[in-house]
């Protein structure tokens, strides 16, 4: 069994900057793919950022330039670093681990932007 658990979520100010963290473990093949969506109320989840084992990252047109995804392989965990964040980045964010046929996801961590 794989589980993901996620830390970092919170309030901040339009501008600032959050850093979330997801951890997974378990039964993990290493050839995998990791990231971050996210879901806003009334909204569908959305792809942010994911990240291949190799390191090739791939980002949502609406963060661009502004978060920036990352992962330890040896460690199995994945960050995403979001700076100059938005009143419409708020949202629950989800960590996700996939590979083949096989998706995981966490439980959510709530980010809200204040205007």
């Known amino acids: 069994q794989v589980q993901l658990v996620e830390s970092g979520g919170g309030l901040v100010q339009a501008g600032g900057s959050l850093r979330l963290s997801c951890a997974a473990s378990g039964s993990i093949f290493s050839i995998n793919v990791m990231g971050w969506y996210r879901q806003a109320p009334g909204k569908q989840r959305e792809l942010v950022a994911t990240i291949t084992w190799s390191g090739i990252t791939n980002y949502a047109d609406s963060v661009k330039g502004r978060f920036a995804i990352s992962r330890d392989n040896a460690k199995n965990t994945v960050d995403l670093q979001m700076n100059s964040l938005k009143p419409e980045d708020s949202a629950e964010y989800y960590c996700?681990?996939?590979?083949?046929?096989?998706?995981?996801w966490g439980q959510g961590t709530q980010v809200t932007v204040s205007s």
């Open positions: 996700n681990l996939a590979w083949g046929s096989r998706t995981y």
